[in-house]
């Protein structure tokens, strides 16, 4: 009998007492969606560039100035969308690159937007669903958060340190050790990065302090394209094959504050999962997921075997 009543005094009527101290208490709790859960809506406009009109060239495979359209396609975009207020608007150059192959021109946007990013993903390792050579450029009405902790970071030193740039004064650093240098020109330095997670993850930094790519001039853009073969070119030659990775482009916002502006520092990111051959890839799990990432090789290991990749592309010395 004891389970039974036991069981029934469970089914006993709450008070009324407390039932209302219930409800007061739900009722003088905070609204913990408006502290938790925020949301807001983004804008942008996206665009594709291909790199070539072969189906088969990928940026590796084209010299420098066959990817200076490219560098020109993109300074010809970010200056199309960059805001007038900016003091970057003071040195854009016109919108009067030719068309390569594109054939509509490219116009000023109605909408003033914050951030542009310019990204290739190659090989479907990376998602590229598109087996033709291609990058993509997306613009955003607000700040993403990658390039904007970067932005914070770099607003920081500047002003710790008089005015300096931290990756002006990095790049000073590297050039001096030379240890995780890739391949330098006069206005460029490509280097596995001290702080790297990839295997043979790698930078492309401008030497001295430019803000986004309407701070180049033609020979500088030049030196640049010349850099991007270089690190791609190695990239592909390391385990001869079309090496996958994610690249993308940093540099000043659209719209932003001076501030924002005069401590921004152009540099390319090259994000590539290979580890030890053209099959064996690295995986951020377990620990590297849940605390932090691990190196598998040195920085410098993987820049003294991407210096040794130089020359010409392994696929033109099958042909």
């Known amino acids: 009998m004891i389970p039974r009543l036991q069981k029934a005094s469970n089914l006993l009527p709450v008070p009324a007492e407390a039932q209302l101290g219930r409800s007061y208490q739900l009722m003088n709790l905070p609204d913990l969606s408006t502290s938790l859960l925020k949301a807001e809506a983004v804008t942008g406009k996206c665009y594709v560039i291909t790199f070539s009109p072969s189906h088969n060239l990928t940026l590796a495979d084209l010299s420098p100035d066959e990817i200076l359209p490219v560098i020109r396609t993109w300074t010809q ?13 003071a040195v ?31 090989g479907a390792a990376m998602g590229c669903s598109n087996p033709h050579p291609h990058g993509q450029v997306w613009t955003t009405s607000s700040l993403p958060e990658e390039p904007g902790l970067e932005l914070e970071q770099l607003q920081k030193y ?17 050039a001096e050790k030379q240890e995780r240098v890739i391949f330098e020109n006069a206005a460029f330095l490509a280097l596995c990065p001290w702080w790297a997670t990839w295997p043979f993850e790698s930078m492309i930094v401008s030497k001295k302090h430019k803000r986004a790519l309407v701070d180049f001039d033609e020979a500088e853009r030049g030196l640049l394209a010349e850099a991007i073969t270089e690190v791609t070119r190695r990239y592909d030659n390391l385990f001869e094959t079309q090496f996958p990775y994610s690249m993308g482009l940093h540099q000043a916002p659209l719209e932003g504050t001076a501030e924002e502006i005069e401590a921004s520092h152009f540099h390319m990111h090259f994000y590539p999962p290979l580890l030890r051959s053209a099959t064996v890839r690295k995986f951020l799990v ?7 990432p691990q190196r598998d090789i040195t920085p410098e290991q993987a820049a003294a075997r991407l210096r040794a990749c130089g020359g010409e592309l392994y696929r033109k010395r099958l042909s």
């Open 286 to 292: 377990g620990y590297e997921m849940m605390a932090e």
């Open 158 to 174: 500047r002003k710790e340190h008089n005015g300096r740039g931290l990756l002006e004064d990095y790049v000073t650093l590297e």
């Open 77 to 89: 975009l970010y200056a199309s969308h960059l805001s007038p207020e900016s003091a970057l608007a």
């Open 92 to 122: 854009a150059p016109p919108s009067t690159y030719p068309p390569q192959s594109h054939q509509e021109p490219i116009v000023r946007p109605t909408t003033q937007y914050r951030y542009m990013q310019i990204f290739e993903n190659k």
